[in-house]
């Protein structure tokens, strides 16, 4: 399926984790994340955390 997770900003107002818990949860689900240019992470910190012990999944940046 060519899914992807929309990029969006400031995510952590909705939860504490923010980008990282949404590329985690994307990762799992096999659906790869567009990162938003105006994320709280950076694209480095998203690929190192978010994905640990999980499936790598594509990752995009919104530029």
Same mark, same amino acid.
């Given at each position: ?5 929309a990029? $969006? #900003?400031?995510?952590?107002?909705? @939860?504490?984790?923010?980008?990282l ?5 994307? %990762? ?9 240019? $105006? #994320?709280?992470?950076?694209?480095? @910190? ?10 790598? %999944? ?6």
């Amino acid at each position: 399926m060519p899914l992807l997770i929309a990029p $969006m #900003a400031f995510q952590p107002l909705a @939860h504490q984790d923010g980008e990282l818990a949404t590329a985690r949860g994307g %990762s799992i689900a096999g659906i790869g994340m567009v990162l938003s240019t $105006m #994320a709280t992470y950076s694209i480095e @910190h998203v690929a190192a955390k978010s994905y640990e012990n999980t499936p790598a %999944s594509p990752q995009w940046f919104q530029l």
